[in-house]
């Protein structure tokens, strides 16, 4: 039954239309850019995004940059900048003022990347008003507060003023005309031909002014001016780069006289989720001041281009007023959106007038679907869902905070790929665009209002407990819900991040509430009762409980205790730089409990801009690259998974692993000598006879047997078992078997192409493994020469020299080949260059005495004894410093040329673990070709490896390195049975494992560990009881490589054979160790052994037969 609405309002004050006329903002600016009651003036309210048209056939077919009735003002500007107000221009906005000889700048840009000003980089402090680096004289502070908030600085307060010209189409004539300017930080002013239009501030969301009444025939001429800084930054005090200017596209748009202002579409399911329930809402205003009769029309339009629904009235409506006309239907077998199948209708809406004439369409996409929480639970149409979400910054290192829509759809497919379902914007909303993108291709969006006050943090101090904040925070709330309440992608509204709790965010709860029709949760992270309480403890206006960097136990524990609401932290796996561990172990607790309906990793991209040096290198900047003096909290911006550019990081496919829709988990060999394997399908909305599954039976790198499994039938949230045959394997002695399972689509599914895989596992067959002992020769004679100093182990193919002074061997030769780099063979190291997790952690401190210990390892026993002519054993004892401990090494020298390293670590007082027990050494760089049999094919720690597989694989020692944007600890690989260094001519070096299942942790590379240890000096004065001569003499002064640009590829290959390293971590990067299983204690003895075998033919099959000869 249809329903209708009518409001009529009698005079022109709906919106702001109606021009007051203002004093001339150029005489007190501060009136309005500090002044925390002024969020705008002649403002446009906000609307649901849409394009105007002149036909219905132009409403359906012609893109929204193509419209007849759209202008884009993006393109060049002139424009100038200047360091302070007072300086800034203020006559310009009058055409008759020359500026030609201006700067040019690009719009949409931000001017600190084009060059105008310094791009800041803070994380929770205002950056102009920050207490460790304060850059204004004029903010007073109350201890680290702003002892004023919503004063900006007057003297240094960057001001850029814009201009440029633009003639209008002759069909515009006799139409509304509007600007909309997509976002402008922090604040801005703008006239139309000399004349004020209107002021804004709330960065990022538009600002639209109807400009009508200043417009000319022929050439008209816009003027705006910017300030970096209004009170309106007090809520923008977001981790990101503080910059500034038009960040978004300028564009003029016109409409009839009648025309349609704003639009609800509410498309929804019946409490059955059955059919499709419509509910439509149509503001229509009258600019003229006389009645107009017209009819309203809607039709709502399948993916086939059938009409599924329609409905036309007649009204009339008063001059200069508005009405609001409501539609509602009932769409049985409606096709529901998901993000899995972001099923969409056309709806289209025409005013004709009362000849029939159209004066105006339009058309948005809708999908139907129902949000809403049920005994504590994210239903989406009635299922139980899984955001498996990142959150994500608008951010391109080549732009800044302008984003162009290809990069957007290289974010959106990039999800898609990598299983990643929804996403937070933090903390602010995105351009139009970006919506409808993710309605198109189906991302679930929790949509962030532009809010964080963290620099007042969260206690008394706290903007949201202060009452005369409030319109700021309501009205970027409301802005929100009414631009974006049409977009099914928006699953979730969020009132911002890190600003406290209080009376604001009472307040903005209820009129998001109000806001929107389908009354969508809306969540808060810091809705706790008290500013310190616990996550347990949150307040009535969130939906959803969503805490900050919960551990893989406190998701356990909330697993098992439960929540009266959903659990789905908004934050969590601090992915900063070399990061990402134990995020599985996240994972495979989240898949137990119900109530645990995933969360938003912290975030998706690194933030770093490119900046160019004095010697033209470009490379990633990040905070304190810029300027002097300037506030900074450094890197602490990039904590993405993927680089700025978009290429992935090695955490990427970690969390494409663990965010898999399907789930194989091995079940054993029943007697019928098949493996059973039970086919989890955690889809919300997907059947698995969607996909293809294939099993291959593999061993050393081969595949030795394929199974398909192509009609599987499973429906959501159910499992099915199946049977690989094992028959028919030809079982080789010393060898190890997998099972590698694949699920591919079978036909295109939106951005996915057919045959694209969405989920892998690698089960190991440990019962085919045959170990049999195989008889090495053990070559020709030795000869032992020993000084005092040194040890030559050697024969007519072969020398080997330790030297007890260098603590090393100094020489590895093999017929008249030298192995080693400038006489560095294997030396104990205890060491790693800290990760961002590690000096989040203070490892660089808390550990140290482990860096001492490689550092100064010192020989105190050295013996040869000679097990047979050809066969030679040499034990070295190297004292410890710091930890007070010795590391043994145990040589065993064959006539081959093979050598098997024996090593063991005893215990220690010293409580803090150990970043890695392993051995360094270096070999020419020629050596640059690796084959191996362990974790791959990218780089893997004892707490990322869940996404690699045993596998051979081989690459070059420059395609391991892995760039983040700085330089830390990368390249490793665990699980390595074999590794392999060549030429080209197949010369090298084979390291095996002596225990294959147990493998080693390996790394190549072309720079020393020293290149990516980026620890300022350590000044063991008084913090030590190590001898003086053990004291910073010894000890690298601050490392120079603190970008990527510093890493250079030098004449060496750095290899490094460990039994592990400690875990990568990642629960958070201010603190959190890696979980104690990933620890290595010094409490405990570690011991592992090698062999080191020189090659004359580095084929894959002579490395893996070598092995196997070895390995025990």
């Not at 925390?36 to 409403?59: C, D, L, R, W, Y």
């Not at 532009?450 to 620099?455: C, L, Q, T, Y």
């Not at 829709?661 to 394997?677: D, P, Q, T, Y």
């Not at 490892?843 to 050809?870: D, G, H, P, Y």
């Amino acid at each position: 039954m249809r329903k209708r609405i009518l409001l009529i309002i009698i005079s022109l004050s709906f919106g702001t239309v109606g021009f007051t006329q203002h004093p001339d903002p150029m005489i007190n600016v501060w009136n309005y850019v500090e002044n925390i009651q002024m969020i705008g003036e002649n403002k446009e309210p906000a609307h649901a995004t849409f394009v105007s048209h002149g036909s219905k056939e132009a409403a359906l077919n012609t893109q929204a940059t193509q419209a007849n009735f759209r202008q884009s003002l993006d393109g060049i500007w002139k424009f100038k900048w200047v360091r302070s107000p007072k300086d800034r221009p203020t006559s310009f906005m009058n055409p008759e003022e020359n500026v030609t000889a201006w700067d040019n700048i690009k719009v949409p840009s931000n001017w600190e990347v084009e060059g105008y000003g310094v791009p800041i980089y803070v994380n929770h402090q205002y950056e102009f008003a920050d207490h460790k680096a304060p850059v204004a004289d004029d903010i007073e502070l109350d201890g680290i507060y702003p002892k004023y908030p919503g004063k900006v600085p007057h003297e240094y307060n960057p001001v850029g003023s814009y201009r440029r010209s633009f003639v209008l189409a002759d069909d515009w004539n006799g139409k509304e005309i509007f600007l909309h300017i997509g976002a402008m930080k922090s604040g801005g002013f703008v006239w139309i031909n000399g004349n004020y239009v209107g002021y804004s501030q709330g960065s990022k969301l538009p600002a639209e002014f109807n400009i009508t009444p200043f417009l000319q025939k022929g050439e008209n001429t816009i003027a705006l001016q910017i300030f970096r800084w209004t009170d309106g930054s007090y809520l923008e005090c977001q981790d990101f780069w503080r910059i500034s200017g038009i960040e978004r596209s300028v564009y003029l748009y016109a409409q009839p006289k009648l025309r349609i202002r704003d639009f609800e579409a509410s498309a929804t399911f019946d409490a059955a989720y059955q059919n499709g329930e419509l509910q439509l809402e149509v503001e229509l205003n009258n600019h003229l001041p006389e009645a107009q009769k017209i009819q309203l029309a809607y039709q709502l339009i399948d993916e086939q281009g059938g009409l599924v629904a329609s409905d036309s009235n007649k009204l009339e409506v008063n001059g200069q007023a508005s009405v609001t006309e409501a539609f509602s239907a009932t769409v049985e077998k409606v096709r529901p959106w998901s993000a899995e199948h972001p099923n969409l209708y056309t709806l289209l809406l025409e005013v004709q007038d009362k000849k029939g004439q159209t004066l105006e369409a339009t058309a948005i996409k809708v999908g139907f679907r129902t949000v809403e929480i049920k005994q504590g639970l994210l239903l989406v149409n009635g299922q139980r869902i899984t955001l498996k979400g990142v959150n994500a910054q608008e951010t391109d290192p080549e732009t800044g905070h302008v984003m162009s829509e290809e990069m957007i759809m290289k974010d959106i497919r990039l999800w898609k790929e990598n299983n990643i379902n929804a996403v937070r914007l933090s903390h602010y909303p995105r351009g139009a665009r970006f919506y409808e993108l993710c309605d198109e291709h189906g991302i679930y969006v929790v949509d962030e209002a532009n809010i964080e006050s963290h620099g007042m943090y969260y206690g008394e101090h706290s903007l949201a407990k202060k009452p005369e904040w409030e319109n700021q925070h309501v009205d970027r709330m409301v802005r929100l819900v009414e631009r974006d309440k049409n977009h099914p992608s928006v699953i979730i509204w969020s009132m911002g991040n890190e600003a406290g709790n209080g009376v604001n965010f009472y307040a903005g709860y209820e009129a998001m509430k109000a806001a929107d029709p389908q009354k969508r949760p809306v969540q808060y992270e810091r809705t706790y009762k008290d500013h310190d309480g616990s996550i347990l403890d949150m307040d009535w206006n969130t939906d959803i409980v969503v805490p900050q960097y919960p551990s893989p136990a406190f998701f356990e524990y909330i697993g098992k205790h439960k929540t009266n609401r959903p659990f789905i932290p908004s934050e969590y796996a601090h992915a900063m730089g070399n990061s990402t561990g134990n995020f599985q172990d996240y994972w495979d607790v989240i898949e137990l409990y119900d109530n645990l309906q995933g969360g938003f990793i912290w975030d998706w991209v690194d933030q770093s801009i490119w900046k160019t040096n004095e010697k033209g290198e470009r490379f990633y900047a990040y905070g304190g690259d810029y300027g002097e003096n300037m506030p900074t909290d450094n890197t602490f911006l990039n904590n993405g998974i993927v680089f700025p550019d978009r290429s992935a990081q090695p955490g990427l496919y970690e969390v494409k692993k663990a965010h898999e829709f399907i789930n194989f988990k091995s079940a054993g060999v029943n007697n019928h000598n098949e493996l059973r394997v039970f086919v989890e399908n955690l889809y919300d909305f997907t059947n698995l006879n969607a996909f293809n599954f294939t099993a291959q039976i593999k061993a050393d790198g081969k595949v030795m047997k394929t199974a398909h499994f192509n009609e599987l039938d499973v429906e959501t949230h159910t499992g099915q078992m199946i049977r690989i045959s094992l028959d028919g394997l030809e079982q080789k002695a010393n060898t190890r078997y997998f099972v590698h399972l694949s699920a591919t689509l079978k036909n295109d599914w939106g951005l996915l192409p057919a045959g694209f895989e969405v989920a892998r596992e690698q089960i190991e067959l440990a019962g085919l493994f045959k170990p049999e002992p195989v008889l090495a020769s053990n070559g020709e004679a030795l000869t032992v020469q020993q000084s005092d100093k040194q040890v030559t182990v050697s024969n007519n193919d072969f020398r080997f020299v330790f030297n007890e002074s260098e603590g090393r061997p100094v020489s590895f030769e093999y017929k008249g080949t030298e192995l080693l780099k400038d006489g560095k063979g294997p030396k104990p190291n205890f060491w790693r260059a800290p990760t961002d997790n590690d000096f989040g952690n203070r490892m660089q401190f808390n550990n140290r005495e482990w860096k001492k210990a490689s550092l100064f390892s010192e020989v105190i026993a050295m013996e040869t004894e000679t097990l047979a002519e050809n066969l030679v054993k040499l034990e070295v004892t190297y004292q410890l410093p710091g930890v007070n401990t010795t590391f043994v090494s145990v040589y065993e020298i064959a006539g081959t040329g093979v050598v098997k390293v024996s090593n063991h670590l005893n215990t220690t007082d010293y409580k803090a673990d150990i970043p890695r027990v392993g051995m360094r050494m270096q070999l020419p760089k020629a050596y640059d070709q690796i084959t191996y049999f362990g974790r791959g094919p990218w780089e893997n720690y004892v707490d990322r490896k869940a996404s690699t597989f045993i596998d051979l694989y081989q690459a070059s020692v420059s395609e391991h390195y892995v760039p983040y944007v700085r330089p830390q600890e990368n390249g490793y690989r665990t699980d390595v049975g074999w590794w392999a260094l060549c030429n080209e001519q197949g010369e090298g070096l084979l390291i095996v494992a002596n225990q294959p299942k147990v493998g080693l942790g390996m790394s190549a590379l072309h720079m020393p560990n020293e290149d990516f240890d980026t620890t300022e000096g350590l000044d063991y004065e008084g913090n030590s009881e190590v001898e003086p001569e053990f004291r910073i003499d010894g000890i690298p002064e601050v490392n120079g490589s603190k970008h990527i640009n510093d890493i250079k590829e030098r004449d060496l290959v750095q290899l490094n054979i460990d039994l592990g390293q400690r875990g990568l971590g990642g629960d958070n990067s201010w603190g959190a160790r890696p979980q104690k299983e990933y620890t290595l204690s010094g409490q405990e003895r570690h011991e592992y052994s090698f062999f080191m075998v020189p090659l004359e033919n580095g084929t894959v099959e002579n490395c893996k037969k070598l092995s196997k000869m070895l390995q025990r």
